[in-house]
């Protein structure tokens, strides 16, 4: 038997508490093991009425006197979740978060602290929701070297983009839907602006590369500044917009984006769609392996927990010390993609034959130009810095005012 703390009784917190209390039947059927809730942390006892009173406390000092043996944080933040995970590793208690912001900030640091106290701390939950993708990462496939990571790894993002395309319904409707079914974050900027899904590429790159990859490392953009247009531009073509984070490992640098990027309706990243993500890690020996699943919400994150609470039931096996190793970061894409383009100008309507000027080195198709002030096109085989260098130069001349442009991935 096992006894364990809470922290926090909202979305995860209750959702780990209610696969704790259904699966108790089964885990002393099948392991002859029982989990013990003890306390459950909470700011507000009078909040949570449907909790046996005795369970709830709003002092922290007393689960770490207790002779619980596993802290779950699901409080989110990092202060005071720093704290709290801190001083339970070291009062020797192990430790389950689902607390990405903090993983991604200082996981290598409390990874290090529960080593030296020879205890866990697990946090499957932090990336994936439901997908069980760190622990595979870390004991399935560490023989194996990374290439690279394309993933879906916001579910809220890619809820509102799925409505925006399939139901038309605008951004603040579907953003609204999203927090109504506890997909967002409690400040939903952390999603719609990119740096949720940044926190969990550099928890994945971190854990199967052993390589730093600051939050400050990866190139972000959100889903914020995208336009009717651009999802209409996508439907035509048979693409979706999708907030793409991506890592690719080349031989002398990392580099690491998260941009809204379009890929084909019917490619594998186009079919994940609502709260669903997906992780798709190439790795050299043997290949493409892809991940999909529920990436947020109550029940699939509290499944992740539940299953770090097994793995220290089953297992009790403790952290391996792996100091990350600092590494070069390359701000562009290396090689040839395909681009989706759009150029706007605000004072004269484009013109065509100056603009494809300097787009020479690629394959250049219109995809739409009914507003003369409004070019879409798309290009196949350029470099991104070659796209960039021909975007400025169009600027300089004034032959247009403002651009964005979209890497086309599948
Ligand atoms: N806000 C996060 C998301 C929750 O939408 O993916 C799961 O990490």
New binding site residues.
């Given amino acids: 038997m096992k006894s364990v703390a809470i922290l926090g009784h909202g979305t995860v917190g209750s959702g780990v508490y209610e696969i704790i209390e259904q699966n108790n039947k089964y885990m002393l059927k099948t392991y002859d093991e029982f989990i013990n809730v003890s306390h459950i942390l909470v700011r507000n006892p009078e909040n949570h009425k449907d909790i046996k009173s005795s369970l709830l406390t709003t002092d922290f000092d007393a689960i770490l006197s207790s002779d619980c043996d596993i802290v779950i944080e699901a409080m989110g933040g990092i202060h005071p979740a720093y704290d709290y995970i801190r001083r339970s590793l070291e009062h020797r208690k192990h430790v389950i978060t689902?607390n990405?912001d903090l993983i991604a900030e200082h996981g290598s640091e409390l990874l290090e602290i529960a080593y030296n106290y020879n205890v866990t701390l697990n946090y499957e939950a932090?990336v994936g929701?439901g997908i069980p993708v760190i622990k595979t990462i870390r004991e399935s496939l560490s023989a194996h070297r990374l290439n690279s990571i394309t993933g879906i790894?916001?579910?809220?993002?890619n809820?509102i983009l799925s409505k925006m395309h399939e139901e038309n319904i605008s951004y603040d409707e579907a953003l609204k839907g999203?927090q109504e079914a506890g997909?967002?974050?409690m400040d939903p900027s952390?999603?719609v602006l990119g740096f949720?899904a940044a926190r969990?590429l550099s928890i994945l790159t971190q854990l199967s590369t052993g390589k730093q990859l600051k939050v400050k490392d990866v190139l972000i953009e959100g889903i914020t500044n995208l336009d009717d247009k651009d999802i209409s531009t996508a439907r035509k073509l048979g693409y979706k917009i999708k907030l793409i984070s991506k890592l690719i490992r080349y031989e002398h640098c990392l580099h690491a984006f998260v941009k809204p990027a379009y890929v084909r309706s019917t490619s594998q990243l186009g079919l994940i769609n609502n709260?669903y993500?997906t992780v798709v890690l190439d790795l050299g020996q043997i290949g493409q392996m892809t991940f999909s699943g529920k990436?947020?919400g109550k029940f699939p994150?509290g499944s992740a927990i539940y299953g770090d609470i097994l793995d220290i039931l089953l297992n009790d096996k403790h952290q391996t010390k792996k100091p990350l190793v600092p590494t070069k970061i390359c701000h562009y894409a290396q090689g040839y993609n395909d681009w989706l383009v759009r150029l706007y100008s605000l004072n004269h309507p484009i013109d065509l034959e100056k603009v494809f000027k300097f787009f020479n080195q690629g394959n250049v198709q219109i995809e739409d130009f009914t507003d003369p002030h409004d070019l879409a096109f798309t290009i196949q085989g350029m470099s991104e810095t070659n796209l960039i260098d021909s975007i400025k130069k169009l600027q300089n001349l004034n032959i247009i005012s403002v651009s964005k442009y979209f890497m086309i991935l599948e």
């Fill in positions: 689902a990405k932090a929701g790894l916001n579910g809220t993002t809820y999203a997909f967002a974050e952390a999603d949720d969990k709260e993500n990436g947020a994150t």
